[in-house]
T-cell receptor, first 114, second 111 residues
């Protein structure tokens, strides 16, 4: 199956700083990638749809100025958590459409804001 | 938008017994319904999926059923094994675009 790589897998940052998470499709091109957030023992919540070459589409309630998404190429989407606060600590996962309607997930990024 | 509900939230079964997890969805336009297994701290892994033109699909010990009229679909695991213990998520999608996930079921298989 298609491979999606997410980096970093874990990051700890100070409150007020920004953190960038990368999502790469390694062996296929993805015009659309998706970003999810998962709190402990909870489900994956779709945050935004990342569209190559255009602005991301955010789900209701997700602050676009806080969660900046850039999809500059067909193999890379980035999520930047700006001015991070402890409540932003979560597990962030990206996925990409690998064709045939199947979503392939990155390995996730555990963000801890201290 | 789509709303997916999943039950139960936790499920414990004896090894060898069957486990059933049920989901409902709200958007009749949804036509693709995957099930994912997620182990702690890892990415979700697709275990089976079903499309709206099919009522049932089976893969060894795992089966999924879909009732389009009632807008619900279910995951059936037979002959459960300890390694089946994980969190399972259902999801609904329109043509494989945005996936909306259920709230998850934590399955524990007791040896």
């Amino acid at each position: 199956g298609a491979v999606v790589s997410q980096h970093p897998s874990r990051v700890i940052c100070k409150s007020g700083t920004s953190v960038k998470i990368e999502c790469r499709s390694l062996d296929f091109q993805a015009t659309t990638m998706f970003w999810y957030r998962q709190f402990p023992k909870q489900s994956l919540m779709l945050m935004a749809t990342s569209n190559e070459g255009s602005k991301a589409t955010y789900e209701q309630g997700v602050e676009k100025d806080k969660f900046l998404i850039n999809h500059a190429s067909l193999t890379l989407s980035t999520l930047t958590v700006t001015s991070a606060h402890p409540e932003d600590s979560s597990f962030y996962i990206c996925s990409a459409d690998g064709g045939k309607s199947e979503a392939f997930f990155g390995q996730g990024t555990r963000l801890t804001v201290v | 938008g789509e709303n997916v509900e999943q039950h139960p939230s936790t499920l414990s079964v004896q090894e060898g017994d069957s486990a059933v997890i049920k989901c409902t969805y709200s958007d009749s336009a949804s036509n693709y319904f995957p099930w994912y297994k997620q182990e702690l701290g890892k990415r979700p892994q697709l275990i089976i999926d079903i499309r709206s033109n099919v009522g049932e699909k089976k893969d060894q010990r795992i089966a999924v059923t879909l009732n389009k009229t009632a807008k619900h679909f279910s995951l059936h695991i037979t002959e459960t094994q300890p390694e089946d213990s994980a969190v399972y998520f259902c999801a609904a999608s329109i043509n494989g675009n945005q996936f909306y996930f259920g709230t998850g079921t934590s399955l524990t298989v007791i040896p």
